[in-house]
């Protein structure tokens, strides 16, 4: 069963950074594209970044490029999201997961989500 822990989460400041981590277990990590993804109160699911190094590929969302990066440690079967210049519309709760990973979008493979990480951005 493929599993995934988030944590990094927490409250702070416009313009502030924070950095997800996305531990896997289950599976070998560079066997798969993994997806950040994020639901804000009252909104559906959208997809954040992906990263899919078996064939070059990361995607982000226009929302965030130029602010977040994707990245994994294989050795530590861990992916991560620093996030920098934060802003109020990136408070949400934060999933990682297995994803179909393109150049213009993501999304999540199977069904379900986990326990995620809270991100709130406020002054």
């Known amino acids: 069963q493929l599993q995934f822990v988030e944590s990094g989460g927490g409250l702070v400041q416009p313009g502030g950074s924070l950095r997800l981590s996305c531990a896997a277990s289950?599976?070998?990590?560079?066997?798969?594209?993994i997806g950040w993804f994020r639901q804000a109160p009252g909104k559906e699911h959208e997809g954040v970044s992906c990263?899919?190094?078996?064939?070059?590929?990361?995607y982000y969302a226009d929302s965030v490029k130029g602010r977040f990066t994707i990245s994994k440690d294989d050795a530590k079967n861990t992916v991560y999201l620093q996030m920098n210049s934060l802003k109020p519309e990136d408070t949400a709760v934060y999933y990682c997961a297995a994803a179909h990973c393109w150049a213009r979008d993501t999304s999540k493979k199977g069904d379900g989500w986990g326990q995620g990480t809270q991100v709130t951005v406020s002054s």
């Open positions: 289950g599976f070998t990590l560079d066997n798969y594209a």
């Open positions: 990263i899919n190094s078996r064939v070059g590929i990361t």
